[in-house]
């Protein structure tokens, strides 16, 4: 049987102690999410985000925006979120609508802000492997690994995708802790024979069912990053049924990644609350 890296317990156990910090702080952190235009999924993680937020003691501040708003109208808002000293973290929820710049956007949040580390100057700390606040997803597949105690320093670890959002970031974060790391993409050529090599493999690809048993060796730990809805429900990037008795461990879909993801941008709230101060 391969271990299951539940995501969803090691989450729960972040927030509980994050609540315990805050409410002994008597403290009121405030998380702002943007979001701009009406697209159903940005609708509900908002609506997750906030009542995450709530459950462990912050301040959640919504600012809606319509879709055919420019650029500069959401650059008003995040201005005023800047400005605002109850605001510690700043998210903009993504995707935006067409016609909106979003790097323009993501710049304009304050550094100390950037909750969802995406601004070039929470990238540029992540390079340099100094002190900031790291992307949410990325931070959250580190966590899950440290829970379940799995060794990095001197593995070989292949990361499947190179997003600026989820494979780059991750990378960088194992190579902090001394991992070998590769990262496959679209152009590798026969990909699946160096993720075997893979010690942890983490697939990000975005593409449903990519990584299948040929894909990894035996005992190897597989974090599935995807989310995809098909007719048969959600899956991952992963062949999960494949994998099966086959990885040592490996992350569910749902119930892996996604949950550690809010816990992150909580913790990374938490986090630019107490430099603010």
């Known amino acids: 049987m391969s ?23 008597g403290s009121e952190p405030g998380l702002a999410v943007v979001l701009v235009g009406n697209d159903p999924a ?24 319509p879709e055919d708003s420019r650029t500069e109208d959401v650059l008003a ?22 016609g909106v710049d979003r790097r323009r956007v993501i710049e304009a949040i304050r550094p100390e802000k950037d909750v969802d580390g995406l601004t070039q100057a929470s990238q540029g700390a992540l390079v340099e492997m100094t ?34 959002l989820v494979g780059l970031p991750t990378a960088l974060l194992l190579l902090s802790r001394h991992a070998t790391v590769s990262i ?5 050529e026969e990909p699946w024979r160096v993720a075997r090599e893979a010690d942890v493999l983490v697939a990000a690809a975005g593409r449903p069912r990519l990584v299948t048993r040929d894909w990894v060796k035996p005992g190897a ?36 990644v996604g949950p550690m993801t809010i816990a992150e941008l909580l913790k990374n709230t938490w986090t630019a609350y107490r430099g603010l101060r």
């Open 131 to 164: 002190p900031g606040l790291r992307p949410c997803t990325p931070a959250g597949i580190m966590d899950l690994l440290d829970a379940y105690h799995v060794e990095l320093a001197g593995r070989r670890a292949v990361v499947v995708g190179r997003s600026a």
């Open 77 to 98: 808002v995040v201005k005023e979120l800047n400005e605002d000293p109850a605001v510690h973290g700043i998210l903009v929820q993504l995707p935006l609508p067409q």
């Open 42 to 65: 940005s609708e509900i993680y908002v609506r997750n985000k906030g009542k995450a937020a709530r459950a462990v003691g912050m301040r959640s501040i919504e600012q809606r925006l």
């Open 184 to 188: 496959l993409h679209s152009r590798s």
């Open 221 to 256: 730990v597989v974090v599935d990053v995807g989310i995809h809805r098909t007719e048969n429900g959600l899956v991952g990037d992963v062949d999960r049924e494949s994998l099966e008795g086959h990885a040592g461990a490996l992350s569910p879909v749902p119930g892996g």
């Open 3 to 25: 271990t299951i890296l539940d995501g969803k317990a090691v989450a729960a156990r972040i927030r509980e102690g994050l609540k315990t910090e805050i409410s002994q702080s």
